[in-house]
């Protein structure tokens, strides 16, 4: 099993463009998150998933958006992007709320 | 408030010593915790959860220690060993609604050889 993959692992983005950071799990888990973590810092939730179809916020939503289409996908969108969005983005999946979260990788993600 | 925090950013240790990190968390509703383990350029690792109704849990050179009365939480390492080096965060959820979980700001755990 791959795990959680997101994609690309690097990126560099210009003020004011926008991109999608992908996020797939192919262990059939309901629950998917997304957190920031800025240098010396723990992470941040940033939006979360508990099924196909819904989405709901968490501590610092404002500036990204987040759809859920199917079980295995969680796309993370920043429409404008800003220099304060500079971070390393991560993925992770849950069977239940109360189970280990498995994380991908991680997007290291500039905006200069 | 909610937070959980860390009473050392870092620890170093020899080869072979036992490790303690600890943790503190502040909200006495949280019934579930966990430690990962984040090596550079890579995601969160698991390593060990406790839920509120225990106390302590082993895995294999791991143990984690919860004291709900002072809500203190502990990850203890056995036999440390240069491939343990890396930060470790701890993490807990409330109870009840939120899917949050809180993040500390992790310890860099060092060991040298």
């Known amino acids: 099993n791959a795990g959680v993959t997101q994609t690309p692992k690097f990126r560099i983005l210009k003020i004011g463009q926008s991109m999608t950071l992908q996020c797939a799990q192919d262990?059939?888990?309901?629950?998917m998150y997304w957190y920031r973590q800025d240098p010396g810092m723990g992470l941040k939730l940033i939006y979360y998933s508990v099924g196909a179809g819904i989405t709901d916020k968490g501590e610092v939503p404002n500036g990204y958006n987040v759809s859920r289409s199917t079980t295995e996908d969680f796309p993370l969108r920043l429409e404008l992007a800003a220099p304060s969005q500079t971070s390393v983005y991560f993925c992770?999946?849950?069977?239940?709320?109360?189970?280990?979260?498995?994380f991908g990788d991680g997007t290291r993600l500039s905006i200069l | 408030g909610e937070s959980v925090g860390l009473h050392l950013p870092t620890l170093s240790v020899q080869e072979g010593d036992n490790s303690i990190i600890n943790c503190a968390y502040s909200n006495s509703a949280s019934d579930y915790f966990i430690w990962y383990k984040q090596e550079s350029g890579k995601g969160p690792q698991f390593i060990i959860d406790?839920?509120?109704?225990?106390d302590k849990r082993q895995g294999q050179r791991v143990t984690v220690l919860l004291n709900k009365t002072v809500k203190h939480l502990s990850l203890q390492i056995a036999a440390t060993q240069p491939g343990d080096s890396a930060v470790y965060f701890c993490?807990?959820?409330?109870?009840?609604?939120?899917?949050?979980?809180?993040f500390g700001k992790g310890t860099k755990l060092t060991v040298n050889p």
């Open positions: 406790i839920r509120s109704n225990m």
């Open positions: 262990m059939n888990h309901n629950y």
């Open positions: 993490a807990e959820k409330p109870q009840g609604g939120s899917e949050k979980l809180v």
């Open positions: 992770a999946s849950s069977s239940l709320s109360n189970q280990p979260q498995h």
